[in-house]
């Protein structure tokens, strides 16, 4: 059993009667698509439809879990707590050791499955506290081939809309429930198709350069490296400009740009969409 623990990894809980009603009006995320044992990824985000915080949310005995960077938990529950207002709802941080992330489906019986690995054909299972040890650069390399990406390795809070992280295909933002903040921007962007900026995967022939590294397109910024473990990478880049261009280069290397095969999206069609 493979065992990685994330010691920058942080739980808030929210407990009540109002708990459900009350994250369903505010976050991306269809809370009733959520069975017992699921991880679903979310996002809470700012009036103009971009990402100011991130995690998975599953289910409690007393409500819902949410696991974020412990960089934003405190301001993730602030932000949380100005919409209380009357709900019925406690919104608390939980007291663990990070979490622990179990790579070959085998866990214990109360960790969660983090769903946005399962769209990869990956079985991965989460469970908070410290289980194992610490292994950054293996659990870069799932992430990269998965297309998972996560806020502060890959972008910056409320530098990306949901569309641009792949949200949108892979469960974290729901078109048929009710309104949540920033849910306006988000469904012109689906209805209209407007958006361009895509996760892809980032290969080259040796070892890529530094995160935040500029993609070039023909000479022309495309976007920049996020995670890198290796030879492989992630990144948003313009997927119309990746389409399109003739050449991709990282620090002057020719890089292959792929789009993951389970989000539907593909170059061909980019390229289709510039004609």
Same mark, same amino acid.
């Given at each position: 059993?493979?065992?990685? =623990?994330?010691?920058?990894?942080?739980?808030?809980?929210?407990?009540?009667?109002?708990?459900? =009603?009350?994250?369903?009006?505010?976050?991306?995320?269809? %809370?009733?698509?959520?069975?017992?044992?699921?991880?679903?990824?979310?996002?809470? %985000?700012?009036?103009?439809?971009?990402?100011?915080?991130?995690?998975?949310?599953?289910?409690?005995?007393?409500?819902?879990? $949410?696991?974020?960077?412990?960089?934003?938990?405190?301001?993730?529950?602030?932000?949380?707590?100005?919409?209380? $207002?009357?709900?019925?709802?406690?919104?608390?941080?939980?007291?663990?050791?990070?979490?622990?992330?179990?790579?070959?489906?085998?866990?214990?019986?109360?960790?969660?499955?983090?769903?946005?690995?399962?769209?990869?054909?990956?079985?991965?299972?989460?469970l908070p506290g410290?289980?194992?040890?610490?292994?950054?650069?293996?659990?870069?390399?799932?992430?990269i081939a998965a297309?998972?990406?996560?806020? =502060?390795?890959?972008?910056?809070?409320?530098?990306?809309?949901?569309?641009?992280?792949?949200?949108?295909?892979?469960?974290?933002?729901?078109?048929?429930?009710?309104?949540y903040v920033g849910?306006?921007?988000?469904?012109?962007?689906?209805?209209?198709?407007?958006?361009?900026?895509?996760?892809?995967?980032?290969?080259?022939?040796?070892? %890529?350069?530094?995160?935040?590294?500029?993609?070039?397109?023909?000479?022309?910024?495309?976007?920049? %490296?996020?995670?890198?473990?290796?030879?492989?990478?992630?990144?948003?880049?313009?997927?119309?400009?990746?389409?399109?261009?003739?050449? $991709?280069?990282?620090?002057?290397?020719?890089?292959?740009?792929?789009?993951?095969?389970?989000?539907?999206?593909?170059?061909?069609?980019?390229?289709?969409?510039?004609?």
């Open positions: 059993m493979a065992q990685i =623990h994330l010691a920058e990894r942080a739980i808030i809980t929210l407990e009540g009667d109002d708990a459900e =009603h009350f994250l369903q009006n505010l976050i991306t995320t269809d %809370l009733e698509r959520i069975a017992e044992g699921e991880a679903f990824p979310g996002a809470l %985000l700012t009036p103009q439809g971009k990402v100011m915080f991130e995690f998975l949310a599953s289910r409690t005995a007393a409500g819902f879990a $949410l696991e974020t960077h412990a960089a934003d938990a405190a301001a993730l529950m602030q932000r949380l707590t100005l919409y209380k $207002l009357r709900a019925k709802v406690t919104i608390a941080a939980a007291e663990n050791d990070g979490v622990t992330v179990f790579t070959d489906g085998e866990a214990p019986e109360d960790a969660v499955t983090d769903m946005r690995f399962s769209h990869a054909g990956m079985v991965i299972k989460r410290r289980h194992g040890e610490a292994d950054a650069d293996a659990y870069a390399a799932l992430r297309g998972v990406a996560e806020m =502060h390795a890959d972008y910056a809070a409320q530098d990306a809309f949901p569309h641009d992280l792949l949200f949108d295909k892979n469960g974290a933002v729901s078109f048929r429930k009710g309104c849910q306006e921007v988000v469904s012109r962007m689906q209805h209209r198709g407007t958006a361009r900026r895509r996760l892809v995967k980032v290969e080259g022939a040796s070892a %890529l350069p530094a995160p935040g590294t500029r993609i070039e397109a023909d000479g022309k910024p495309a976007g920049e %490296l996020g995670t890198v473990s290796g030879n492989t990478a992630m990144a948003i880049v313009r997927i119309d400009r990746a389409a399109s261009a003739e050449r $991709l280069a990282v620090g002057g290397t020719a890089v292959t740009v792929t789009p993951y095969a389970w989000s539907g999206i593909t170059l061909e069609a980019a390229s289709e969409d510039t004609d």
